[in-house]
């Protein structure tokens, strides 16, 4: 079990990157959740098997039709307990 934040920076609010994100992460079977910030990036916390996790940050380099990613930045954290599926705030 391997568990991640992930801040995603480029063109990523108002193209769908959350919404997307939501249904590649629960296809992969990843717990936690995403949500955009007011500097215009996008924030996840993943947690899940590490080539699930792996698949996930492949899929995150690119996004959704219409966004553009220009990097991410990726953290290890500690594993969350409480988290069940992933949600968007």
């Known amino acids: 079990?391997?568990?991640?934040?992930v801040r995603v920076?480029?063109?990523v609010h108002g193209v769908f990157y959350r919404d997307t994100t939501r249904a590649e992460?629960?296809?992969l079977g990843l717990?936690?959740?995403v949500r955009n910030l007011s500097?215009?990036?996008?924030?996840?916390?993943?947690q899940g098997d590490a080539e699930?996790?792996?698949?996930?940050?492949?899929w995150c380099r690119v996004g959704p039709p219409?966004?553009?990613v220009?990097?991410?930045?990726?953290?290890?954290?500690?594993?969350d307990d409480t988290l069940s599926g992933f949600q968007i705030r």
């Open 66 to 68: 219409g966004a553009d």
């Open 70 to 79: 220009s990097w991410l930045d990726v953290e290890n954290t500690e594993r």
């Open 39 to 46: 500097d215009g990036t996008v924030l996840l916390l993943l």
């Open 52 to 58: 699930a996790i792996e698949a996930m940050l492949e």
């Open 9 to 11: 920076h480029g063109w």
């Open 31 to 33: 717990h936690g959740w």
């Open 25 to 27: 992460a629960e296809r």
């Open 1 to 5: 079990m391997k568990t991640i934040k």
